[in-house]
């Protein structure tokens, strides 16, 4: 009774790297957590990639939503030149979803009125630092990656330890269970540019092509209705 949390989701998570970049079939839940590794370009190509990935942006709403996005939402992406590879694809399809997720954020905080002030990223992306100084870079804030990404299967664990007796509750099991990794600070310079770029293209951009969105639904049928 004590704690409650808010939630905003996106729903392209890093799996869709894999299909956007790889020519890899999109893999469901359970092969998410591997496959920044695993079909991603090469990590140093895709981190020499200057950020903002030279104005190619990516919105990740790879299905629907009831909200934000709506039911009439797809992906897109904008800004393609001839200058851009497959490691530039890739690094946006990073960005978008650290922009989304900066989204899902400032909802939150309009939400609740209380700032979020602690970023942790946990999941199969975190195991990337590519993906964790993305993330800094374009909160402005320090993220910190967790002892394990196993988040889910670890707090279930807390959870049947305190079940068992192992600990008097939550937060004992929390402090004895968990720990810190890395923290990844934010780099000055790529703050600004994501920031220029975050307010002035991404977050307007699902307004300028909703009712484009909202045609090819009509004239398609794709997607259909919830």
């Known amino acids: 009774p004590a704690w409650a949390g808010g939630r905003a989701s996106t729903s392209a998570p890093p799996a869709g790297a894999c299909w956007n970049t790889s020519g890899c079939p999109m893999p469901g839940p359970m092969a998410a957590a591997t496959t920044v590794r695993r079909c991603a370009p090469a990590s140093s190509s895709t981190a020499a990639i200057p950020p903002g990935s030279l104005g190619l942006t990516l919105q990740p709403y790879w299905t629907p939503g009831l909200v934000h996005p ?27 979803l650290a922009y989304e997720m900066r989204s899902g954020r400032e909802r939150i905080e309009a939400r609740t009125k209380v700032p979020v002030t602690d ?5 199969g992306g975190s195991r990337s630092d590519l993906v964790m100084q993305i993330t800094a870079d374009v909160f402005g804030m320090p993220a910190r990656r967790p002892s394990t990404d196993e988040a889910s299967g670890l707090g279930a664990a807390i959870l049947g330890a305190v079940g068992a007796g192992l600990h008097p509750d939550v937060r004992a099991a929390a402090t004895a269970m968990t720990g810190r990794g890395r923290v990844f600070q934010p780099i000055p310079d790529h703050v600004r540019r994501y920031e220029e770029l975050y307010t002035r293209v991404y977050r307007p951009l699902y307004a300028r092509l ?12 794709y997607p259909p209705p919830p």
């Open 70 to 96: 709506g039911p009439e939402a797809k992906g897109a992406m904008i800004g393609f030149g001839a200058a851009h590879k497959k490691t530039h694809m890739y690094r946006a399809l990073l960005e978008g």
């Open 119 to 123: 970023l942790v990223l946990c999941g």
């Open 210 to 221: 909703q009712p484009l969105y909202r045609a090819i639904r009509q004239a398609t049928g």
